[in-house]
């Protein structure tokens, strides 16, 4: 099918060789400029895996004999596989490619160069229609984050997808100088508007989740969109509990402040 797709676009510069990939390798002498495994995600049984080790080629167990027919490798992992997972079993990282499209996770691609043993580094894009945000740092980069409760009519910010994914929440914190709300929650405040990887949000109305009436009186029966940050439930839990009808131009963030406990965050969208 491949093939088959490739001469109908007149790609007629690329060789398909209908075989194991790893078995190709082992019986050829032909160096290359980069290697590229994208390795499949099923088990024989066809279930979804996202393990290295239990997808198909088996990339750490055939990573001497990748290196022997190139320097530079680019692998296309799962996004749900954990980045310290990867960076555990894989050796000779040089860039981590976190990619989310429209703040949805979609691609995790890694660059081995053979021989690297620097920091690795961790780029986090979210491409949204022809533009795109980046925020980059080296891995294990240490920071230390400031707490404080967000106030009405102050700024929230939430970070993009891919930087969720690399788990940049206490760095975001002090490269942009913004309050984190509590260590699991991972919302930010300020009460300034500023540029950011990720979406802002006006702080409308604070609600203490144990101000029952208050709670009735704001969500029973109205429109809005639901976020969870560190709070018990499911979204759909909670809209059936507090009878919220899906949409509007409200969002409202079911969240744990270390100050101030379970909170709820009536926003609107900046």
Known sequence: MAEHNFNVLKADNIQVEFTDGIDYLKSGDVGYTWLYADPSRRNRSKGKVFLLEDCEPDIPANLELIFSK?????????PMLDLSHAIEKIPHIRFIHLVAVDNEMKEMLIILEHGFSGQIHIRCIDIHGPDQTEFSFYWGTQSRPAYGDVQENEYLYEPNAAILKAGAFNLISSEFDLKKLHPNSHLYSADRS????????????????????????????????????????????????????????????????AEAGKVVLICSKE
């Open 70 to 78: 190139s320097e530079k490798v680019m692998l296309k992992l799962s």
């Open 194 to 257: 500023i540029d950011f990887p990720g979406r802002r949000f006006r702080v409308d109305t604070i609600i203490p989740y144990s101000d029952k009436k208050l709670l009735k009186s704001q969500l029973t029966d109205q429109q809005a969109n639901i976020s969870i940050r560190n709070f018990p439930g499911s979204v759909s839990d909670l809209r059936r509990k507090h009878r919220i009808k899906d949409g509007g131009d409200r969002y409202v963030f079911f969240t744990t402040s």
